[in-house]
């Protein structure tokens, strides 16, 4: 049977892995700094461990018996825009520790395939509607905010170990990931996350506050789509970062007017300012559509699978 090791599986996307991985019949271990919030691990086993230390990477990669087969790297101090525009200094030096730490160790343990989870925010800012960019014109990088920085660093740092030590490297840049199990409210949510939560918790007819003037572009993955394509890359021959996204771009407006559908409510919008990131990306897919991946599920039957989670959260935290 083989063994995975799941880093960050306290946490969204991993959480979600952790599923696939057992659906697909490997012997999981997760491993987080903190319990899932929403959900018991799926894992056979979890350990709780901060992974900016090398001797936890190294305990997190422990087996009795031989070495894990594959490594997932999704731990990350992570958040929405809020966040990554005011935690400049903490996701830097976190995110950075757990990857140097995380990738030294499994490289010199004789980890044999390793994924790592980067970001479409490696990608400079763009205008609606420019020519799709590939993964390589990423660089000449520049990124517009520090976490995607981050990424840049940990991609080539990984891809670097993975020469030296002869283990096969993947990477993934994911584009905005929603779903049901991931963080809806705390000031780490994601846009899609907090625009249902504020709907959820107006009554009909009611204003919500929205950061920006709604004309931003974005495209938005559901999480199920997400570990498909992580899967698909992490048991393919592709080297080098491969974008994963779902080629739907939909406006921030858009996007309300989609969770206000799915809600049935009428809502009012009122747009201020605040952290909007970039005003548009626009990226190949081309690389893991060559492995067969296409997204399923698409804006609005993705909403209506994360809403009334989240507005069953909202319920749930209004009764206690
Ligand atoms: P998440 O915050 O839900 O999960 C990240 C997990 O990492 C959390 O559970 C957190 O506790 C854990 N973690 C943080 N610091 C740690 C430490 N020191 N030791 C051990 N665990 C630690 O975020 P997510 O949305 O599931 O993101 C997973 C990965 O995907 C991250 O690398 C993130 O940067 C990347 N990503 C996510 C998105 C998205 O839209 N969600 C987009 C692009 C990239």
Not at 170 to 196: H, L, M, S, V
Not at 235 to 240: A, D, I, K, V, W
Not at 249 to 257: C, D
Request: aromatic letters at 10%; one cysteine or more; hydrophobic letters at 40%.
């Amino acid at each position: 049977m083989k063994k995975a090791l799941v880093c960050g599986a306290g946490g969204f996307i991993a959480g979600h892995l952790v599923k696939k991985l057992k659906r697909e019949g490997l012997w999981v271990r997760g491993v987080d700094i903190k319990p899932h919030e929403f959900a018991p691990s799926a894992a056979d086993e979890f350990l709780q461990l901060d992974l900016r230390e090398p001797a936890n990477c190294r305990a997190a990669l422990t087996l009795g018996d031989g070495t894990f087969d594959e490594v997932y790297q999704l731990a990350a101090d992570m958040g929405g825009m809020g966040f990554i525009h005011s935690a400049e200094c903490e996701i830097m030096h976190n995110s950075a520790l757990v990857n140097i730490h995380m990738t030294h160790a499994a490289a010199t343990m004789g980890v044999p395939r390793y994924f790592f989870s980067s970001s479409v925010c490696v990608y400079r800012d763009m205008a609606p509607g420019e020519p799709e960019m590939t993964e390589a014109q990423a660089v000449p990088a520049n990124p517009d905010n520090e976490y995607g920085w981050e990424k840049l660093y940990a991609e080539r740092m990984t891809q670097a170990y993975g020469r030296r030590f002869g283990m096969q490297v993947r990477i993934a840049r994911f584009q905005n990931c929603y779903g049901p199990e991931g963080t809806w409210t705390g000031g780490r949510e994601k846009a899609p996350a907090a625009i249902c939560r504020k709907v959820a918790e107006v009554e009909d007819g009611g204003t919500i506050p929205v950061w920006g003037d709604g004309t931003a572009v974005r495209s938005y993955t559901y999480v199920s789509d997400m570990v498909e394509g992580i899967y698909l890359l992490m048991h393919s021959e592709l080297e080098g970062a491969a974008n994963i996204g779902c080629p739907q771009y939909v406006t921030v407006k858009e996007l309300v007017e989609t969770v206000a559908e799915v809600s049935g409510k009428r809502i009012n919008v009122r747009w201020t300012p605040g952290p909007v990131g970039v005003q548009s990306r626009n990226f190949s897919n081309e690389r893991i559509y060559s492995l067969g991946w296409r997204p399923k599920v698409f804006l609005k039957e993705g909403i209506g699978h994360t809403y009334p989670w989240i507005e069953a959260q909202v319920k749930a935290a209004r009764a206690k």
